[in-house]
């Protein structure tokens, strides 16, 4: 069972990124809760984003080869030139390299499914998507939700096979498997549960690894990353 004085833990932006794996082409982050990839029209004046600050801890500059959204953890991509990001941006856009994800939603997800339904665009526009689910395992936790003493979780696998925006955050939601704290396309109830009761308002999910063929070297690179300090209670 959780323990039920688990704390939540702010993120610092004065702190050096955690980097998962660097070459002459190419370095690999864990990007934590809460932190743009780089500046966009929902950012604000003085803010910190990834591309800044590993540019600022490395010393070099850096092309972002793909993005993920600000509440969501993991494994970001940059490279070292901007040759090396079209070639692995393409690999992303073609289904040559591999994305996993996980992510803790509301009730049982009892079985493997492979959701094939349109999601919208940040302009509203409707684009056909495909997400592979794989459910990992099933948690009770003693938290209260309306007239019952307990509530029910998953912990389940996310493989997006088409890139749309907040793709495996709206299939879920139409699914009514909600990510938890997510503040968009989630339950507020749920969300509720987590901020008021475990004091905990990361949304859960994380990008826990890349596959890829490296562009220059020729060889297949599979990189994961820790999960953040939230999870500790939910994953081994």
Known sequence: MIDLNFQFLCLEINFMLEILYQDDYLIVINKPCGLLVHRTSIAEENEAFALQLLRDQVGKKLFPVHRIDRPTSGVLVFSFSPEVA??????????????KYVVLVRGWFSQEIICDRPVKNDRGNLQEALTRFVPLKQLELPLETDRYPTARFSVVEA???TGRWHQIRQHLAQLRHYIINDRVHGDGKQNRIFTEQLGVREMFLHARSLC??????STELTIEAPFPAHWAEFVD
């Open 212 to 217: 890829l063929q490296h562009p220059v070297l």
């Open 86 to 99: 079209r070639q692995l941006n393409n690999q992303l856009i073609n289904g040559v390299s591999h994305k």
């Open 159 to 161: 493989y997006p096979l």
